[in-house]
DNA sequence: CGCCGACTTGAATTCCTTCAAGTACGGTGG
DNA sequence: CCACCGTACTTGAAGGAATTCAAGTCGGCG
C-alpha cells in the first residue's frame, strides 16, 4: 500500500476537476491517498457481484466494466470505465458491490481503502462536491444509456456509444483527434447496447459505409464526428462536463 | 413555505431508514425542514430538463416518474417514485437538471430548498450515509432497469416491473397485501421498458393467463408472487433494503 | 504452419411493432 | 337520464427490425 508516487493518482484529479474545481490542498491530499496497484487480465472480475469490499477501485489504464446478469446467464454491460474514472465510489457508502467489475482489456487498477476516501470526503468541503458530482454524472450516464436501450434503434444506438466513448477518451486525454482505440469486442458492445454481436457488426457496416467512422482492429476513427453526433442523436450535456 | 405540520415529512422518514437508521434528532430536522406543498395533474412536469433548480421534490402522493426524450421524441421513463421517494435529490448537487419529472398521476410534491438540503447533510453524519444510501439505492434501481430493458424478454421484463413496483409500494406502506394501485397506463408502462402499450397488453394478458396476476382498471392484484417473481427473475436485492 | 478468437456475411426465423378496428368505461352536457 | 365523447384497453393481421443459425474469412500467436 505505497502512497510514494504522487503522480500515479493525477488521472483522478483530471476526472474530478472535470465535474468540480478543486483546490490545490484537496489536490495534494487526494494524490497521497494510500492504494494498492494490480494488473488484470482481460476478462477478469476485479469485483464480483455480492463481495463485501473495503476497498473502491479506480482505473489507471486499460478499461473495465460495470455487469450484471439475468437468470438466465445474459449479461449487460451497465458502464465502462477508462483512466481516471473511479469504477465504484459507491461501494464506499454501501457495504456489497450491487453489480461486478470485469476488464475488458488488459487493465491496472488502483484499490484505496474505503475509509480513506470517506474521511477525506469528511474532511473537504471541495472534494465532498467532486465526489458527489462524480457520482451524479455517473447516474445521468446510466440513465442515457437506459434512453439509449430503450428507445434508440440499433443503429442510432451503435452511433451513441461511439461518440459516449469517444468523447469520454477524449476528455481523459487518451484519444489523438478522432481516432480512438476501441475498447471493445463487438461481443461485449452487444452487451453494451442490448444487441448480438452480428447485429452490432452490420450497424459499424452501415456506419461505414455511411462514411461516418471506419474501424481497424481494434481503433474506431471517427470520420465525421458532425455526422456521427446527428445520427446518435447524441448531445453531451448528460455527461456533466463544465468545460471541454 | 410551512414548516408547521411536523407530521407531514414522515414518509421521507420511513423512505430514508429503509437503507440506514437515523437517531432521534436526525428525524427531528428532517421533519422540522421547511417545504413547499403543490399538487400536479396528471401528466403535468414539476420538473423540467435544463431547468436550474433552486429546490429539491419530494413524493407525498401519487407517482410521478423521470424522463427522458430523444431527438425523434421517443420518451423513456427512467424511473417511477411514489409516496416518500425524493425524486430529484440530485438537484441538490448539480445547477441543471438533466432529466424530467412527471406526474403519472394527480400527485402532491414537496419542494425543499435546495441549501437546506445540503446544509442538513452537512450537519448530521447520519443523514449524510441516509442520503447517500438514498441515492445509491437509486442508481441501483437504474441498473436494473438496464439490465431489464437490456437484456430481458418482453414478458420477463413486464413481469420484473410489476414486482418491483410492487414491492416498492408494499415498502411505502400504500399497498394492502397482493393488491396494488398501478400507477402507469399501458402506455407508460410501455415507455418504461421500451415495449409498445399494445406489446404490454399481450405480455399482461399472458401474465392473466398464466394465472399469475388480475388486472382490474387501476389495480394489480397478485395472484402468485412466487410464480411471478420466477417468472420475473426477479430478486429484489438490488433494491439495498435492510428490513422488509 | 496451424489454431483460435474475433469479425463478416447470408438466409431463415422470431419477437415485437405497426396498423387497424372494435370494446369498455368514466365524464360531460343536453 | 341517456347520448355523446375521449381515453384507455383489447385483439387480429401484416410487416419489419433484430436474432439465430450457419459458414467462411481474417489476423495474431504459439
Not at 493518482?9 to 490545490?24: F, G, Y
Not at 461501494?91 to 487498477?109: M, R
Request: aromatic share 6%; hydrophobic share 40%; charged share 20%.
Amino acid at each position: 500500500m505505497s502512497a510514494h508516487d504522487l503522480t500515479l493518482l493525477l488521472p483522478l484529479i483530471t476526472n474530478l476537476t472535470q465535474h468540480s474545481p478543486l483546490d490545490p490542498d484537496d489536490k495534494d491530499m487526494i494524490l497521497a491517498l494510500p492504494r494498492l496497484i494490480k494488473r488484470f487480465e482481460t476478462g477478469t472480475f476485479p469485483v464480483r457481484q455480492g463481495d463485501i469490499t473495503k476497498t473502491c477501485c479506480l482505473v489507471l489504464s486499460g478499461f473495465v466494466c460495470r455487469t450484471r446478469t439475468t437468470g438466465t446467464g445474459s449479461r449487460q454491460i451497465l458502464s465502462i470505465h477508462m483512466k481516471g474514472d473511479f469504477v465504484d465510489l459507491q461501494n464506499s457508502f454501501l457495504n456489497e458491490a450491487d453489480y461486478n467489475i470485469q476488464a475488458i482489456t488488459n487493465a491496472t487498477l488502483a484499490f484505496i481503502p474505503k475509509h480513506e476516501v470517506s474521511d477525506l470526503v469528511d474532511k473537504s468541503t471541495g472534494i465532498r462536491q467532486a465526489v458527489w458530482r462524480n457520482i451524479l454524472a455517473d447516474a445521468s450516464i446510466s440513465r442515457e444509456w437506459l434512453l439509449n436501450v430503450g428507445q434508440r434503434d440499433a443503429y442510432t444506438r451503435v452511433a451513441h456509444m461511439i461518440c459516449e466513448v469517444a468523447l469520454r477518451q477524449s476528455a481523459a486525454g487518451i484519444c489523438n483527434g478522432m481516432i480512438c482505440d476501441w475498447p471493445m469486442t463487438q461481443e461485449q458492445f452487444g452487451d453494451a447496447t442490448g444487441l448480438t454481436a452480428v447485429h452490432i457488426n452490420r450497424m459499424l457496416k452501415s456506419l461505414r459505409d455511411d462514411g461516418l467512422i471506419t474501424v481497424t482492429k481494434r481503433t474506431i476513427n471517427i470520420m465525421d464526428w458532425d455526422g456521427l453526433k446527428e445520427a446518435a442523436d447524441f448531445t453531451e450535456g448528460y455527461l456533466h462536463y463544465f468545460k471541454l
